[in-house]
């Protein structure tokens, strides 16, 4: 990180930019802000390129996320015009699209932290498990059972090549589909359910909470517009209370903890949960969250909101 931050001021002037910079394997992604040139971002990448051996390719990302598996869009900057490579991240090796499945490196220290809460004897539900991360890592250091679903179908191959790539076969279970249908198929037999797609977990909650055996846990990751004044933990209490409030009549929040900062006044938040008691009636299908919940949360929840 020092040498990124070395190499930003000298090309750009622009110290901070390198808190910008993911670096997934052998790939540089700089995250662009609104209007910021690309041209510039280019020269950065080329000399990224250059005076780092172990990066071979630099895109940019794109403000906001598009189409029904929240992609980011890439703009090609410097170095080989590929989008997959292999990434390493607590003694586990993931193979990753950048461009066409989700990959987050700023969560590693979510995926350690939550592998660390789970039990052996658990049964898990990962309802958006992209290529693994979260649901390997489980297998890797606890031998829990972690039923990991997503409905890209690359995330899905992906993942699957990862479970054999980690040796966790049979403790690991991928699942192509919409996590909605496969919560009917569990319904009642998971321990912990982990949510890991903010733009979408509000509107998944029921489907969540019908896979549960109560008391169950749950991992609640939500996009928060934080008021002036109120920390982002608060925010995150505030409205994960409000969600959970209208479904359960007894749990409890056992910890708010801010992921990451997706934009001006905007929070990542993770609510930990222990659910005793829960009502609800999923629908056939999730759908947008519209009206009072967007209300609640103070953004729409497409995602459209990072653009």
Wanted: charged letters at 30%.
């Amino acid at each position: 990180m020092k040498l990124l931050k070395r190499i930003a001021k000298e090309v750009l002037g622009d110290e901070e930019i390198w808190s910008r910079i993911d670096v997934v394997g052998d790939i540089a992604l700089i995250h662009r802000k609104f209007g910021y040139p690309v041209e510039r971002l280019r020269v950065l990448g080329e000399e990224l390129v250059r005076r780092m051996p172990g990066i071979r390719a630099v895109y940019a990302i794109e403000p906001g996320t598009e189409g029904p598996y929240k992609l980011r869009k890439l703009i090609h900057l410097a170095g080989e015009r590929r989008t997959r490579t292999v990434y390493k991240e607590h003694g586990c090796e993931y193979e990753v699209d950048v461009e066409k499945a989700f990959v987050v490196p700023r969560l590693s220290g979510e995926h350690l932290r939550i592998a660390r809460l789970v039990e052996p004897w658990e049964t898990v539900f990962n309802m958006f498990a992209g290529v693994g991360p979260f649901s390997i890592l489980i297998a890797k250091m606890k031998g829990a059972k972690v039923y990991s679903v997503d409905i890209n179908p690359v995330a899905y191959e992906l993942m699957v090549r990862n479970v054999k790539r980690n040796k966790v076969e049979g403790k690991v279970v991928p699942i192509l589909g919409d996590s909605a249908d496969v919560s009917y198929w569990l319904k009642g037999k998971v321990d912990r359910v982990l949510m890991p797609l903010p733009e979408l977990a509000p509107s998944y909650l029921d489907f969540a909470l019908l896979s549960l055996k109560y008391p169950g846990k749950l991992h609640l990751y939500l996009h928060v517009l934080v008021r002036y004044g109120e920390r982002p933990k608060t925010a995150g209490e505030r409205v994960a209370r409000t969600l959970i409030d209208s479904k359960c009549s007894s749990y409890e929040l056992e910890k708010v903890r801010l992921v990451r900062t997706v934009g001006p006044r905007i929070a990542q938040v993770v609510a930990d949960l222990t659910l005793n008691k829960c009502s609800f009636s999923p629908r056939l299908r999730p759908t947008p969250n519209r009206g009072p919940l967007s209300e609640l949360l103070g953004l729409p929840q497409d995602g459209s909101y990072l653009r």
